[in-house]
């Protein structure tokens, strides 16, 4: 059973003061074979957790598995043997030696739910154990907690990286808390996949069978001592979450004591308070007539009891997460939430969560209670709540996790072969965060002349929507690197990275992203050796490297020390742009219109799109205009539409939610920004070059002009004396520019101020793009044999 005094500052000195016992592990896993037949389940709570799910279903689907249970204690061990399993305790040879051995290791809360020693050369599959409503691991500072210097810190910071890197399989309920996940142990998106959690397999029997739900509910009864009568009776938890060692500040003060025994009373409820296994509290002054205890030693899983009780009271529990599956009614109750939220930390704000006010104190709890216990519109419009979060946190809400990751870990010891059929085409395009770019346009021309190519997409994560007939694979994945290997064409937009090294039969297609304002590679000032070396080994991977125009064409030859073949063809990505163009200063309306719906931009409003570029060392999205100020500033009748670089993603986003304010950052293609644009505001990014096409009016925020060109990048031509547009420095300048546009005829006067340099702009950068760049390319792909 788990030390209830448990602190992450403690378990992390425990850490450091092994390390010798990791280093010589290592080393002893290379010499001890592995049996495939052999596996080893643990979980921090005992026999119990997700981790109970899978192997209950490996017993069911494999009975000649050997399935051994690493237990803490003789009660965890009796537990393990009336399964079925083998009880091995965790802590000495035998948990070392069972683990060192076993090819397959499940665990629900980290490497120490079985021997963490024999752990290295196995097969980890990572359950965890609910979604994370708190910051774990990595995103919080609380979990690597350890007095000492700097490099204790940093040794600490490097051994929880190496922990993590040991996992293969990371598992999770939805793509929510996939993404958290992947944040809070630094690991490859494609090492953590949507397979529902195990854990909540039960509860999903109990949401689809009522039948279900009152048996549990009478087993609960009987753990309370209660008769097993009272149908009627509302049943009530309370479970709060651990909180480093400290005691709950939810437990009730004498005087809510009595308040809360006389409103149970009242609404005939019954509470159930369940400490978390980790956690204290004292409150035994709290029981009574109507407040019963459900600790760790009647019940050490409760998430399978969660279809007894008629509502839940938590703060940032997972308890929550799971009984949203149940539809039921959640009361929401943190009396620290705003220390909570500064010290543990969590991933969105509770309100944002709860989508209603969160409790601070007993007498809200009960009304809250009173409101959503009777049949009432009150508690339908609880019910609708729990039924939303368990839409945002359960992608497989009728259950069967537990098949799906018996099913995965089998996958995980495929080949290549085996995964991914030899000869398809590999895209990806900003290493995965985005689908879309040169290699989207391509694909689509690829797709047109061969249906039949295979056809796999690089993502980052499973809301990323790739085209009709193409598979998405997560980048880290093993389809992802089987994808890469096996793939006769890879089309990319950025480094390949990851030590990735073409064979014979592949064509690398680098089709970069953009004309080049500022230096790139070797042109920027004060690169080291490291970095050259990585550049030329970069570039010596391409086969193909293509290029917008004459500048570019030069540019790589010297940013990037390239001597292959270079096709300049223009931009498969601004086809749509040209062919939108009508004439002068004319598009088309329709993809105009298309572009403002997709957007999400009313077809009167007039649109001022921002989108800046990112900035070497900044660690913040650039909103150099502040886009909220600004779409004040410019009133009613404009919308601001920002297309941050995504660099700045993992930043956060744009507008805070004003009306106005569009972010469009990971809006799948940009075409449908610039087509939207009736002026564009951008710094140095290279939409520059590509908005020239659609002729749209542009201006350039450039407040930090000297510092860009002096000491960060610097320009590979004279951009302020050739811009198509004026350079500004405030706010109210680009307000006044705007505001200048919109009067009747303006427009007119500035094409004729401004047609001069736009038109030369154009002739230098964009002189291929005529709508057929896709088509020159694919044509050059098929006369080298890289298609067809």
Not at 54 to 73: G, T
Not at 506 to 513: F, S, Y
Not at 548 to 562: D, G, L, M, V
Request: one cysteine or more; hydrophobic letters at 45%; glycine letters at 8%.
């Amino acid at each position: 059973m788990s030390d209830g005094n448990f602190r992450f500052a403690r378990g992390n000195l425990e850490k450091l003061l092994a390390l010798p016992k990791y280093l010589i592990s290592v080393i002893v896993a290379w010499f001890v074979p592995r049996d495939d037949d052999r596996w080893v389940f643990g979980s921090g709570i005992g026999v119990a957790e997700g981790a109970l799910a899978v192997a209950r279903q490996l017993r069911a689907e494999r009975p000649e598995a050997e399935i051994a249970w690493l237990v803490a204690d003789d009660q965890e061990a009796a537990l393990a043997e009336a399964e079925g399993f083998v009880p091995v305790l965790r802590r000495g040879w035998a948990g070392y030696l069972a683990t060192l051995r076993a090819r397959y290791l499940v665990v629900t809360h980290g490497l120490g739910d079985v021997n963490r020693f024999g752990v290295f050369g196995g097969t980890v599959v990572q359950l965890w154990h609910g979604a994370p409503l708190k910051r774990l691991h990595l995103d919080s500072p609380v979990t690597t907690a350890v007095r000492g210097p700097a490099p204790v810190r940093k040794v600490l910071r490097k051994m929880y990286l190496s922990g993590a890197g040991q996992v293969d399989l990371f598992v999770a309920g939805s793509p929510v808390a996939a993404e958290r996940l992947r944040s809070a142990f630094r690991v490859d998106p494609g090492r953590v996949l949507v397979l529902g959690d195990p854990r909540d397999d039960e509860l999903a029997r109990q949401a689809a069978d009522p039948a279900r739900c009152r048996s549990v509910r009478s087993t609960v009864r009987t753990m309370l001592g209660l008769p097993d009568d009272r149908d009627a009776e509302a049943l009530v938890l309370y479970a709060p979450t651990w909180r480093d060692g400290e005691t709950d500040p939810g437990v009730p003060t004498p005087e809510e004591i009595a308040a809360l025994h006389t409103r149970l009373e009242a609404l005939g409820a019954r509470l159930v308070l369940r400490p978390h296994p980790l956690g204290a509290g004292a409150y035994a002054d709290a029981l009574g007539p109507r407040v019963h205890l459900l600790d760790t030693t009647q019940a050490r899983d409760l998430t399978p009891l969660l279809g007894a009780f008629d509502a839940v009271v938590t703060d940032y529990s997972s308890a929550a997460i799971d009984f949203s599956l149940l539809g039921r009614p959640i009361v929401w109750f943190a009396p620290d939430l705003d220390r909570y939220a500064q010290s543990r930390g969590l991933y969105e704000p509770l309100e944002v969560t709860s989508e209603r006010r969160v409790a601070s104190d007993w007498a809200t709890v009960e009304e809250h209670l009173a409101a959503v216990l009777p049949p009432g519109q009150a508690r339908r419009a609880a019910e609708a709540r729990s039924r939303a979060l368990a839409a945002r946190f359960h992608a497989y809400p009728e259950g069967g996790a537990a098949t799906r990751v018996l099913r995965r870990i089998t996958e995980l010891r495929l080949s290549d072969a085996e995964l991914v059929p030899e000869g398809g085409v590999f895209f990806e395009s900003f290493y995965g965060r985005q689908v879309g770019c040169n290699p989207l346009a391509l694909d689509r021309e690829i797709a047109r002349r061969f249906p039949e190519a295979r056809r796999y997409w690089s993502v980052t994560n499973e809301e990323q929507r790739v085209p009709e007939g193409a598979t998405a694979v997560l980048v880290g994945g093993r389809e992802w690197t089987a994808a890469r290997r096996r793939a006769r064409l890879l089309i990319v937009n950025d480094w390949l990275r990851k030590g990735f090294s073409p064979k014979r039969h592949q064509t690398v297609l680098q089709t970069w992203h953009g004309t080049m304002l500022k230096h790139l590679a070797l042109g920027r000032p004060g690169v080291g050796l490291r970095t050259r070396i990585a550049i030329h080994r970069e570039s010596r991977r391409w086969d193909l490297l293509l290029s917008q125009n004459p500048h570019a064409t030069e540019q790589f030859r010297s940013s990037y020390a390239y001597r292959g073949p270079i096709i300049e063809t223009g931009y498969p990505r601004d086809d749509a742009l040209a062919r939108a163009v009508l004439g002068p200063h004319a598009l088309n309306p329709v993809p105009v219109r298309a572009a403002r719906q997709a957007l999400g931009v009313r077809d009167e409003q007039r649109v001022l799109v921002y989108a800046p570029t990112w900035r070497d060392r900044g660690i913040t999205l650039v909103d150099g205009l502040d886009v909220v100020a600004l779409a004040e500033a410019l009133g009613e009748g404009w919308t601001v539409v920002v297309r941050g670089h995504t660099r700045t993603h993992a930043f956060g986003t744009y507008g805070m939610g004003h009306p106005r304010v569009v972010d469009a950052s990971r809006h799948p293609d940009v075409n449908d920004v610039i087509l939207a644009a009736d002026l564009l505001v951008t710094d140095y990014s290279s939409i520059m070059f590509d908005a020239s096409i659609t002729q749209v009016p542009m201006i350039f925020f450039v407040p930090d002009l000297a510092a860009y060109r002096d000491r960060e990048r610097g320009f590979t031509f004279d951009f302020e004396r050739t811009t198509p547009g004026p350079l500004l420095t405030t706010r109210d300048e680009v307000v006044s520019h705007a505001a200048a546009l919109a009067q009747d005829g303006s427009e007119a006067e500035w094409v004729q101020r401004c047609d001069p340099a736009a038109a030369a702009w154009r002739a230098r950068f964009v002189p291929h793009d005529d709508g057929r760049a896709a088509e020159r390319v694919v044509d050059e792909l098929v006369g080298r044999g890289a298609i067809g």
